[in-house]
C-alpha cells in the first residue's frame, strides 16, 4: 500500500465554529491509536493505515482517499447523522463497494444515541458489536463501551484500560475487514461529491394511490360466465390471457413505478369512500388519488351495476374508472356488443362518449381490450387524478417521480 491507499478511512463529524479544531481534537487522538494499532496487524507503516481529514483540509480532499481505502470507519454520534458530508461519504462508499458493502464497514460508537432516538436506516445495516473475546473484565469494557461511546472511555482515566480493549477489539475488526474487502475502486465510482445523496437524510414519502378492482369470482360468477380468468378473490382475476399474473398484480406495479404507494381498497369500502350519497350526508372528502378497474362481466349484476352508477355519477375528478373487455377472450369477443352496452348504461357519466373518445378517460370506459393499452391508460390516467386531487386539496403533497412537475397554487389542464 502506498500513502495514498489507506487501510482505513475515518468518517467524522466536524464540530462547527472557530474552535471546532480544538473540540474535535480527541477523534485524531483515537485516529492515531487506531492506526497504530491497525498497521500493527496488516504490517503496514500507520501513515499508510489510516486516513482522516484534517480541520482545515478542502471540502473535496476526502474522495481519493475514500476511492482507494479499503474499510470504511464512521465515528457514530448525534451530530454524525446530521452533517450532509458524512452522509455523502456514506453514499460513497457504499457506491464504490455495491450491495455487499456493509462487510468492509467498522463503525465506532464514539457518543451513543441519546434516549428515545434511533440509528437512520442505513446504518441499522451494520452492526456495531464487537467479538465477545476474553476474560471478564474485558466484556465488562465493552458493555461500558456500548453504554457509554469510546469517547468517555478515553476521557476517564479509570477506563483507559477499558478503552485500550476496546480499541484492540476495533483493530481486529479493521484489519479482518481489510482483508477480506474487495480491491479499492478508481475515484470515479466514487463520483462527484455534490451528485451524492445524503445517506442519513430523510426519505420523502411516496404519494398514495387507492387501486379497487371489481370483478367476479370463481365461485360467484354471474349466469353463463365461464371461470377460465378468474380465482378465488377478485385479486385473481386475469382478464388478459397473454399477460402475466393478476390483473391486480400489474395494478400494484405500475402504480410502485409510477412513484405512488399503491394501496388495495374493497370495492364496498371504495363505494362508501366515493359515492358518500347517504341522506344529510356531506360531499366525499378526498384521501388520495383513486382508480376503479371494472370487468364489465359484474355489471350483469343489478346491485353491483348500481353502484358503480352511483360511483360514476358522483363525478370525482380524482377517480378513474377504467372498463375492462379483454381482446384475447373469446366469450368476451362473442358477447362484446352486449357488455359494451352495459358499459354505455351503468358508466352514464360517459353517455358522450362519441365526443371524448380519444381521451383516457373516454377510452377506458369504453372497454380496454389489450394489456399494453391497459398499462399505458393506467398510467396517465393515474396521473391526471392526482393532479386533479392535488387541485382539491390545494396543498403541497409530495409527487410521484415520473409525475409531471406543479408547483404549489399552480393548476394544471389535463386532457384525460
Request: hydrophobic share 35%.
Amino acid at each position: 500500500m502506498t500513502a495514498t491507499t489507506p487501510v482505513f478511512f475515518l468518517s467524522y463529524a466536524r464540530t462547527p465554529g472557530p474552535h471546532g479544531a480544538d473540540a474535535d481534537q480527541p477523534v485524531f487522538s483515537f485516529y492515531d491509536d487506531l492506526r497504530r494499532q491497525v498497521a500493527r496487524l496488516t504490517r503496514v507503516t500507520a501513515q499508510d493505515a489510516g486516513h482522516v481529514d484534517a480541520p482545515d483540509a478542502p471540502s473535496d480532499a476526502w474522495q481519493s482517499a475514500l476511492a482507494a481505502c479499503r474499510v470504511f470507519v464512521p465515528l457514530y454520534a448525534p451530530r454524525y447523522f446530521t452533517d450532509p458530508l458524512c452522509g455523502r461519504q456514506w453514499t460513497a462508499f457504499r457506491r464504490r463497494g455495491g450491495r455487499h458493502y456493509g462487510r468492509a464497514v467498522v463503525p465506532v460508537l464514539w457518543v451513543p444515541p441519546t434516549d428515545g432516538t434511533t440509528l437512520p436506516p442505513a446504518a441499522l445495516e451494520i452492526s456495531t458489536h464487537l467479538p465477545r473475546a476474553g476474560g471478564a473484565e474485558e466484556r465488562r469494557a465493552q458493555d461500558r463501551y456500548a453504554e457509554s461511546g469510546l469517547y468517555r472511555l478515553m476521557e476517564l482515566e479509570d477506563d483507559q484500560r477499558a478503552y485500550r480493549q476496546v480499541l484492540a477489539r476495533l483493530a481486529e475488526r479493521v484489519a479482518r475487514a481489510a482483508k477480506d474487502s474487495p480491491a479499492p475502486a478508481g475515484a470515479e465510482q466514487v463520483g462527484d461529491r455534490h451528485g451524492l445523496e445524503d445517506a442519513f437524510a430523510p426519505q420523502r414519502s411516496k404519494p398514495t394511490l387507492r387501486i379497487t378492482v371489481l370483478a367476479p369470482t370463481a365461485g360467484r360468477l354471474p349466469p353463463g360466465r365461464e371461470a377460465a380468468t378468474y380465482g378465488p378473490d377478485t385479486e385473481s382475476w386475469r382478464p388478459y390471457r397473454t399477460a402475466s399474473g393478476s390483473l391486480t398484480q400489474q395494478a400494484i406495479a405500475l402504480a410502485g413505478n409510477l412513484g405512488f404507494e399503491p394501496e388495495l381498497v374493497a370495492f364496498d369500502k371504495a363505494y362508501e369512500s366515493i359515492a358518500h350519497d347517504g341522506p344529510g350526508r356531506e360531499p366525499a372528502r378526498p384521501v388520495a388519488p383513486w382508480v376503479l378497474v371494472v370487468d364489465a362481466w359484474a355489471l350483469g349484476d343489478p346491485r353491483t351495476s348500481d353502484m358503480v352508477r352511483r360511483i360514476d355519477r358522483a363525478n370525482r375528478p380524482w377517480l378513474a374508472v377504467m372498463a375492462v373487455l379483454a381482446g384475447d377472450d373469446p366469450q368476451t369477443q362473442r358477447d362484446r356488443k352486449r357488455l359494451t352496452e352495459r358499459l354505455r348504461d351503468t358508466l352514464s357519466w360517459h353517455r358522450h362518449l362519441d365526443d371524448v373518445r380519444h381521451t383516457a378517460r373516454g377510452a377506458a370506459a369504453q372497454g380496454i381490450a389489450q394489456p399494453d393499452a391497459f398499462a399505458w391508460l393506467f398510467a396517465e390516467l393515474a396521473k391526471s387524478c392526482y393532479l386533479r386531487y392535488l387541485d382539491s386539496i390545494q396543498d403541497d403533497s409530495p409527487r410521484p417521480s415520473s409525475g409531471p412537475a406543479r408547483r404549489h397554487g399552480e393548476r394544471r389542464t389535463t386532457s384525460d
